[in-house]
């Protein structure tokens, strides 16, 4: 068993490093060189809900054969799912590390009923990306958290592979959410989603994709939220995703009470070699402190280890601007 070797949703891994979700997990080619530059696991590229109902609608169900004018929409959509399941069986074969397939939805609609071809194709666990985007004043924060929670309940009843819940950070109550996903047999949370956001560009005054690739300072916000979801009184697994471009990154979120990292923007800017150089980081300093499992601190400055609380607990800037006038 290797220093880095830790678990996550119930699995063993070899490195409490991911590649994340995101086109660089999207070829078995890629995944084969993740594995071999030392990825814990893997989580593969979503599969959209809607590629999913796109199929069911022009094909009356998964097994009958669509009709001729829907051909074209059929070809296109189904091929999206067949390839999704070819591609979690091939990796099963090639690889020998988990393989964690992920989908992005919105609604707990009739896409559920795919979810188990996803297990049946050899998927060690699921990834569920959830987000609803708000588009009407009147629509409330816990209707939204209730849609949450009806996937989660549907989806559980008909899958047994552990599921991990990747949410994003703007809930007004990130622990509740939590707490209602554990409660219905979530094994784990990722930690988080980064969205797809509007810019201005002020010459040609339209509305453009902001930046797509995470910094690292972006690290700041998630870190406050895993130390103190690691330190609540049940253990849901966690898995850190925005923000890490360096091994001390990594090593800062094991050190907040992650179980995992997942890289995604990194390994875009440097190349699959990211994940060795993380790994390696980690090791070394883990040599320098005397560790010789992830385990011996993971967690050791959660909010509830940490001497001084109230340093996550702090929100506000009174105190750096009194002092900074
Ligand atoms: C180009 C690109 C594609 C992505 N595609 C997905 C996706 O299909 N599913 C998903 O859950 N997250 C996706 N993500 C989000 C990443 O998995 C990750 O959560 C986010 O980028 C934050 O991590 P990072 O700071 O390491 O980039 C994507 C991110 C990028 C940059």
């Given at each position: 068993m290797s220093k880095l070797s830790t678990k996550y949703l119930g699995l063993e891994l070899k490195s409490p490093v991911i590649a994340g979700s995101s086109g660089q997990t999207s070829s078995l080619e890629k995944i084969k060189e993740a594995e071999n530059c030392g990825a814990g696991a893997i989580v593969l590229k979503s599969l959209f809900e809607e590629q999913i109902e796109h199929l069911i609608a022009s094909s009356g169900g998964p097994h009958s054969y669509p009709e001729a004018e829907d051909y074209m929409a059929y070809y296109i959509k189904a091929n999206a799912v067949e390839d999704y399941l070819n591609l979690i069986s091939a990796a099963k074969k090639s690889i020998s590390i988990p393989i964690i397939p992920s989908i992005n939805c919105?609604?707990?609609?009739?896409?559920?009923?795919?979810a188990k071809m996803f297990e049946n194709a050899g998927a060690d666990a699921l990834e569920i990306n959830i987000f609803f985007l708000p588009?009407?004043?009147?629509?409330t924060g816990s209707e939204i958290e209730k849609s949450y929670l009806q996937i989660i309940e549907k989806l559980k009843s008909k899958v047994k592979v552990p599921i991990a819940v990747k949410i994003g950070?703007?809930?007004?109550?990130i622990l509740n959410i939590i707490e209602l996903l554990y409660k219905r047999g979530v094994e784990g949370v990722v930690m988080f989603n980064r969205f797809y956001e509007p810019d201005i560009d002020i010459d040609k005054m339209a509305v453009v994709p902001a930046e797509v690739f995470s910094l690292p300072a972006e690290r700041r916000y998630v870190l406050r939220w895993i130390a103190m979801a690691d330190a609540l009184d049940f253990k849901i697994d966690i898995s850190a995703s925005t923000g890490i471009h360096s091994g001390d990154d990594a090593i800062k979120y094991l050190l907040a009470g992650a179980d995992t990292i997942q890289v995604c923007s990194a390994l875009y800017k440097k190349g699959i070699g990211f994940i060795k150089e993380v790994n390696e980081r980690i090791i070394s300093w883990m040599e320098k402190r005397g560790f010789n499992s992830i385990n011996q601190f993971r967690?050791?400055?959660?909010y509830s280890a940490v001497g001084n609380p109230i340093l996550y607990e702090r929100a506000q800037f009174m105190k750096f601007f009194s002092s900074h006038d």
């Amino acid at each position: 068993m290797s220093k880095l070797s830790t678990k996550y949703l119930g699995l063993e891994l070899k490195s409490p490093v991911i590649a994340g979700s995101s086109g660089q997990t999207s070829s078995l080619e890629k995944i084969k060189e993740a594995e071999n530059c030392g990825a814990g696991a893997i989580v593969l590229k979503s599969l959209f809900e809607e590629q999913i109902e796109h199929l069911i609608a022009s094909s009356g169900g998964p097994h009958s054969y669509p009709e001729a004018e829907d051909y074209m929409a059929y070809y296109i959509k189904a091929n999206a799912v067949e390839d999704y399941l070819n591609l979690i069986s091939a990796a099963k074969k090639s690889i020998s590390i988990p393989i964690i397939p992920s989908i992005n939805c919105i609604s707990a609609g009739s896409w559920i009923d795919y979810a188990k071809m996803f297990e049946n194709a050899g998927a060690d666990a699921l990834e569920i990306n959830i987000f609803f985007l708000p588009v009407k004043g009147e629509t409330t924060g816990s209707e939204i958290e209730k849609s949450y929670l009806q996937i989660i309940e549907k989806l559980k009843s008909k899958v047994k592979v552990p599921i991990a819940v990747k949410i994003g950070f703007r809930f007004t109550n990130i622990l509740n959410i939590i707490e209602l996903l554990y409660k219905r047999g979530v094994e784990g949370v990722v930690m988080f989603n980064r969205f797809y956001e509007p810019d201005i560009d002020i010459d040609k005054m339209a509305v453009v994709p902001a930046e797509v690739f995470s910094l690292p300072a972006e690290r700041r916000y998630v870190l406050r939220w895993i130390a103190m979801a690691d330190a609540l009184d049940f253990k849901i697994d966690i898995s850190a995703s925005t923000g890490i471009h360096s091994g001390d990154d990594a090593i800062k979120y094991l050190l907040a009470g992650a179980d995992t990292i997942q890289v995604c923007s990194a390994l875009y800017k440097k190349g699959i070699g990211f994940i060795k150089e993380v790994n390696e980081r980690i090791i070394s300093w883990m040599e320098k402190r005397g560790f010789n499992s992830i385990n011996q601190f993971r967690g050791k400055l959660n909010y509830s280890a940490v001497g001084n609380p109230i340093l996550y607990e702090r929100a506000q800037f009174m105190k750096f601007f009194s002092s900074h006038d």
